[in-house]
């Protein structure tokens, strides 16, 4: 009989985040990315720091415990975006996470290049930056994806039929209640309608403890200690088989600081689960392929893993929000028809998830989640620079296309 365990999956993402990109810009100067060193829009500055509080001491620590524990895996999903910045801003950060799959024990998750919701919008460019974010994985890891995650875990059971269709072993979920229907989210179901793939989801109780709880002093838990979780795991697990337990890697350092003692507890939750002998850790397709699937699960509407809905409204509930994704997917045929690399991959830029989360005007429960991550004044501001880069798009299409073919 199988041990029971815990599926640790992080996920590393950093957005190419645009400029106070004024209409006077458009036509005139295409460096929608490009901040200057006062402002948050500035890619390298905003990567360094993040690398200093999250990426290095992470890697650090991960490399320490995966040297001193045999049994330790953990899953990662890596946005083409980010090894982009890693390449051109810390190529140390990079070589870090190569040496940490190296190990053989650090799974590599698939998911769009961009970290885009392409799905929703254009299957074949979907289709296109998952291809381009396999690619990445193979040349810079030297491995190839067998599980899938998409865009914010925005799941529905379209996007299970298309990743068994694609030959992925494993696909991960919010655990959402509803959705759930009174079953536990530690196990592997089987998404309906499909044949061989499995079904992770994520215990959102469990993972947001550590990703948004963890250093908040009016938590009725703080401070929070790794025997105290370990005992919640236990607890999880008397109806389970393993515990999901998914959160993205700048949880570690960068939403909660060093100084909340994210690292010790981390580090010490991970030495008493790995010295115990009764449990152990999974990868994600460890896990799919360990254990039998509970049961069938239907997602017929779109679940992912943000704010208290847990739908796309954080990315497409306002009419800001879909006018520019409106206007930036009709230039697909166009774009992609050019052949300009150089115009397709700011076209591709402009798709990140990111930019339209910005845009989000929600406020009670989840504004300060919003306003935290957004690095404009307001969801208005971003709007507008990032309309304007898309009229930008527009012009230069108009000027490619005279240029090349006299005419559009």
């Not at 829009?41 to 905003?46: E, L, T």
């Amino acid at each position: 009989m199988s041990k029971k365990g815990v599926t640790l999956y992080l996920h590393v993402h950093q957005p190419w985040r645009v400029r106070d990109y004024s209409v006077f810009d458009t036509a005139q100067h295409h460096d929608y990315f490009d901040g200057n060193n006062a402002d948050d829009r500035n890619n390298r500055r905003v990567f360094e720091k993040v690398a200093e509080k999250s990426y290095r001491p992470m890697n650090r620590l991960l490399k320490k415990l995966l040297n001193e524990h045999d049994d330790f895996k953990l899953s990662l999903s890596i946005t083409g975006t980010f090894v982009e910045q890693a390449e051109a801003f810390a190529p140390d950060v990079l070589e870090d996470f190569k040496e940490l799959v190296r190990t053989g024990r650090v799974e590599i998750v698939s998911e769009t290049y961009y970290h885009s919701l392409a799905f929703f919008y254009s299957r074949p460019e979907f289709e296109r930056q998952v291809a381009q974010h396999r690619e990445m994985v193979e040349r810079v890891f030297g491995v190839t994806p067998t599980a899938f995650r998409n865009t914010e875990l925005a799941y529905n059971d379209e996007l299970a039929a298309w990743a068994d269709q694609a030959g992925y072993k494993a696909v991960l979920a919010e655990g959402w209640d509803p959705v759930l229907g009174g079953r536990t989210p530690n196990a592997v179901y089987r998404p309906v309608g499909t044949e061989t793939i499995r079904l992770l989801t994520k215990n959102y109780r469990l993972s947001d403890d550590v990703a948004f709880r963890f250093g908040n002093k009016a938590w009725e838990q703080w401070p929070l200690h790794a025997d105290s979780y370990e005992q919640w795991l236990n607890a999880a697990l008397e109806d389970g088989d393993t515990i999901n337990l998914f959160m993205d890697y700048e949880t570690f350092g960068e939403h909660q600081w060093e100084d909340t003692g994210i690292f010790d507890f981390f580090g010490d939750l991970v030495g008493r689960w790995a010295n115990r002998g009764d449990v152990v850790f999974y990868t994600v397709t460890q896990a799919a392929e360990t254990f039998e699937p509970s049961g069938e699960v239907s997602m017929p509407y779109t679940v992912t893993w943000a704010d208290t809905e847990r739908d796309l409204t954080a990315w497409l509930g306002n009419g800001m929000q879909q006018e520019f994704m409106r206007y930036l997917y009709n230039l697909e045929h166009d774009i992609i028809r050019s052949g300009d690399m150089l115009l397709i991959s700011d076209w591709r830029k402009l798709q990140t998830s990111d930019h339209v989360y910005y845009m989000c005007t929600k406020w009670f429960k989840d504004g300060d989640v919003h306003a935290y991550f957004s690095p404009y004044d307001s969801p208005y501001d971003a709007f507008l620079y990032l309309m304007n880069t898309v009229r930008d798009l527009r012009y230069r299409l108009m000027a490619y296309h005279s240029s090349s073919h006299g005419g559009f």
